[in-house]
């Protein structure tokens, strides 16, 4: 069973829309959680982390569900420039991250 | 942006060749990460250095040599590459190996092909 698992997508979505994405994690002791952002052609880079309280960061809200093991993250009245590949990413303990495969969003106008 | 500098950005080499991919990061980080990308596969951690020691190898071939002379710098020798290893070689760094690891900075990357 693979550490991080995403739905590759695409999502489609017009300017505006609300769109969620999941992720599910295979190490329950996994203690920190991430989403990262990777544009066409270049590197991931760290949008936001997820806390157990669940958190918001402007239009982006993440949570975390410890007992089904899955982290989503919800963007609010999609902009163009939120067309990306969305990583969910796992750090378990200590360890290194484990990273999904992404989900592609495309906002289209 | 420059935190985190990787050269060259693209590479072709064939099969006999002996190349190396530099990264340096001017973030003042402890830890530095090689990390492959192929098409539709997630990330995977190749090397990590924390100090420049050598922490994690994660079983990569002998064909990827790394080398971290210090702590902005990190190398990755290529010898005898087959063309299934052409991909995205990403380098990150991060204030530490541990709990700062989950924020780390990547560099734009190597695209390399093998031919």
């Known amino acids: 069973r693979k550490e991080v698992e995403q739905d590759p997508g695409p999502f489609n979505v017009p300017e505006g829309a609300t769109v969620a994405f999941n992720c599910t994690y295979s190490?329950?002791?996994?203690?920190?959680f991430f989403w990262y952002r990777q544009d066409c052609r270049k590197e991931p880079k760290l949008l936001m982390s997820?806390?157990?309280s669940g958190n918001e960061d402007g239009r982006f809200t993440a949570q975390l569900n410890r007992a089904s093991q899955y982290i989503s993250l919800l963007i609010r009245d999609s902009k163009l420039s939120d067309s990306a590949t969305y990583l969910c990413v796992v750090r378990p303990g200590a360890n290194n991250l484990f990273f999904g495969t992404g989900t592609r969003l495309t906002v289209i106008p | 942006e420059t935190g985190v500098t990787q050269t060259p950005r693209h590479l072709v080499m064939g099969m006999t060749n002996k190349k190396s991919l530099k990264c340096e990061q001017h973030l003042g980080h402890n830890a530095m990460y090689w990390y492959k990308q192929s098409a539709k596969k997630p990330l995977e951690l190749m090397f990590v250095y924390n100090f420049k020691e050598q922490t994690e190898n994660n079983s990569v071939p002998s064909r990827f040599s790394p080398e971290c002379p210090n702590s902005s710098h990190l190398f990755l020798h290529l010898h005898t590459l087959q063309p299934e290893d052409s991909a995205l070689y990403l380098c990150?760094?991060?204030?530490?190996?541990?709990?700062?690891?989950?924020?780390?900075?990547f560099g734009p990357g190597t695209r390399l092909t093998v031919t």
């Open positions: 997820v806390y157990s």
């Open positions: 190490n329950s002791a996994s203690q920190s």
């Open positions: 990150a760094s991060s204030q530490n190996r541990g709990q700062g690891a989950g924020e780390q900075y």
